[in-house]
T-cell receptor, first 117, second 111 residues
Framework: GAVVSQHPSWVICKSGTSVKIECRSL??????MFWYRQFPKQSLMLMAT?????????EQGVEKDKFLINHASLTLSTLTVTSAHPEDSSFYIC?????????????FGEGSRLTVL | LAKTTQPISMDSYEGQEVNITCSHN???????ITWYQQFPSQGPRFIIQ?????VTNEVASLFIPADRKSSTLSLPRVSLSDTAVYYC????????????WGAGTKLIIKP
């Protein structure tokens, strides 16, 4: 299957700092990527849809100024958590569709665990 | 976007066949049914997708009745490594394909 890679896998930061998470499609081009957040023992929650070359579409309740998304190329989308606070600690996951695979099949990154102290 | 309902948890034993049923009463005409598997601290992984009747691949089968208001994921001869959370999702794959993730079913396989 197609490969989506995230970096870093885990990060610990101090409250008030910003953290950038990268999501790359390694063997295909992704015009659209999705960013999710998952708290312990809970399901995935869609945060935003990242569109290459245009602004991201955020889900209701997600602060766009806090969670900055940039999709500058067809293989890279970044999520920056600005002025992180302990309540932002979570597992962040990105996904993308690959044109060469089953229509509708989403490929997910390994996830990035953020811990804000 | 159609909402799904699954059992919160299930237990089974190695070598058994496991069937997980998902309800999606308000599924739309253009919606497909997709199942994902997730291990702790990993991103979900695609298992199988279908629209109607039966779909089978190398790891699972998906049974969808004619009214499409439910679906059943069948895992043949499970092993301990199949212990995971299984999500049933319904959505229009021809659109932007935003999905609503339900709580999933935590499947625990015992030796």
């Amino acid at each position: 299957g197609a490969v989506v890679s995230q970096h870093p896998s885990w990060v610990i930061c101090k409250s008030g700092t910003s953290v950038k998470i990268e999501c790359r499609s390694l063997d295909f081009q992704a015009t659209t990527m999705f960013w999710y957040r998952q708290f312990p023992k809970q399901s995935l929650m869609l945060m935003a849809t990242s569109n290459e070359g245009s602004k991201a579409t955020y889900e209701q309740g997600v602060e766009k100024d806090k969670f900055l998304i940039n999709h500058a190329s067809l293989t890279l989308s970044t999520l920056t958590v600005t002025s992180a606070h302990p309540e932002d600690s979570s597992f962040y996951i990105c996904s993308a569709r690959s044109p060469g695979h089953n229509t509708g099949e989403l490929f997910f990154g390994e996830g990035s665990r953020l811990t804000v102290l | 976007l159609a909402k799904t309902t699954q059992p919160i948890s299930m237990d089974s034993y190695e070598g058994q066949e496991v069937n997980i049923t998902c309800s999606h009463n308000n599924i739309a005409t253009n919606d497909y049914i997709t199942w994902y598997q997730q291990f702790p601290s990993q991103g979900p992984r695609f298992i199988i997708q279908g629209y109607k009747t039966k779909v089978t691949n190398e790891v699972a089968s998906l049974f969808i009745p004619a009214d499409r208001k439910s679906s059943t994921l069948s895992l043949p001869r499970v092993s301990l490594s199949d212990t995971a959370v299984y999500y049933c999702l319904v959505g229009d794959i021809g659109s932007n394909y935003q999905l609503i993730w339900g709580a999933g079913t935590k499947l625990i396989i015992k030796p």
